[in-house]
């Protein structure tokens, strides 16, 4: 954004229209929209198990695909909207599509087999992410979290294959254990006690308290779940059968790491979009940096936006981070039209357009926009 545009943008009458458009979508919210997300849950599970269903027969990408398109939808349909409490104060809700009892003890695994925790995904992204968007403490922030590739001597071909293969692994490698390296700073912090010096190799230690939290609660928990359970599930069909499954499962769990690759990462990121060097003063302010800050992709209809797990309305997300996912088709053209009206930019393009920017900021090919 053109550093004379943002500072003359009147913050004050941006959060009046904001709040007006948010206040007029929240006032409709009812069991349409519990029962939006419960098709977009349907749709999942047929995924799922459509992909279990043939998987066993020989290991294939067709199953795999499938298997991989139902756990994108847990995480990014079911739990992330939950988790922001998006259904929350529908009246007559189930409790289990609440963000208090959703994926809590033993249903862990029932509404949201990953291998986040729910506490560890409700601190690193509702807290951190959310509140902090393009700022050095923003847990995903591309450019910053990836200086060390910026800044090294490796030749440009290799560090662009150094992304591509982190894209295939980058939920386990990445992802959960940031969860639980923010779990464990913000418990001293509410404990009092000064922050825990944290290394890359503490981090994978079980003689660190962040170390068993990722094995015993993240790894062990879902590595025994998806690739020794649910093959086993298959044994009477015969053993090939279960090595069927087990190579379709690891097959599927890269394809879901690259699909929640390619529609998270260039939500905020690439040459266009702008990182923050201080924490926003005032609600307007706070406002503007979550349209500049976000990437919208195509929008429009379930089909298209199931694919995406509606990150493709990362814009209107971040303005509304409790809005029920089906609000979000009715209130993108009237944000789209706020922005022009106070001449901010909207960036909405292609998945893949944005995928390139963002992977070159990574390399260090290019950089992202500041504030002054």
């Known amino acids: 954004m053109n550093l004379d545009n943002y500072h003359s943008v009147d913050r004050e009458q941006l959060a009046r ?51 991989s398109q139902g756990s994108f939808t847990r995480w990014t349909q079911v739990a992330h909207p939950i988790i922001h409490r998006a259904y929350d104060k529908i009246d007559g809700i ?65 560090r662009y294959t150094i992304v591509a293969l982190f894209s295939g692994i980058w939920k386990l490698i990445y992802y959960t254990p940031r969860t639980h390296k923010e779990l464990r700073l913000n418990a001293a912090r509410q404990q009092g006690e000064p922050a825990p010096v944290m290394t890359r190799l503490g981090a994978w230690s079980l003689f660190t308290v962040q170390g068993r939290g990722l094995w015993l609660q993240s790894i062990l928990l879902y590595v025994s779940f998806r ?104 209130v993108q053209p009237q944000v789209m039209a706020l922005c022009k009206k106070h001449n901010i930019p909207y960036l909405q393009q292609s998945v893949f357009k944005r995928l390139l920017k963002t992977v070159d900021v990574m390399v260090g090919k290019t950089s992202m926009l500041r504030t002054v």
């Open 17 to 67: 229209d904001i709040s007006e458009i948010q206040q007029k979508a929240m006032a409709n919210v009812g069991d349409e929209d519990l029962q939006h997300l419960k098709r977009m849950e349907r749709w999942g599970k047929i995924c799922t198990l459509m992909g279990y269903g043939t998987a066993w027969i020989f290991p294939n990408p067709i199953s795999a695909l499938l298997i």
């Open 94 to 158: 189930d409790e289990n599509y609440t963000s208090k009892k959703f994926a809590q003890g033993w249903r862990r695994f029932l509404d949201w087999p990953d291998w986040m925790t729910h506490a560890g995904w409700q601190h690193e992204h509702n807290v951190l992410h959310h509140y902090s968007l393009g700022e050095i403490n923003d847990p995903n922030n591309a450019q910053h979290n990836m200086e060390w590739l910026r800044q090294s001597t490796l030749p440009m071909w290799l």
């Open 227 to 330: 690739f020794v359970l649910l093959p086993l599930l298959f044994l009477p069909l015969g053993s090939f059968a279960v090595v069927s499954v087990l190579l379709t499962s690891i097959m599927a769990e890269i394809f879901t790491n690259m699909h929640s690759f390619l529609v998270m990462m260039p939500n905020h990121a690439g040459e266009d979009v702008t990182m923050f060097d201080e924490k926003a003063s005032g609600k307007g302010e706070f406002y503007l940096r979550q349209i500049i800050g976000s990437v919208n992709y195509p929008t429009g209809s379930n089909l298209n936006d199931f694919f995406y797990g509606w990150l493709n309305y990362q814009i209107e997300h971040h303005l509304w981070p409790a809005m029920p996912l089906s609000q979000y088709q009715k």
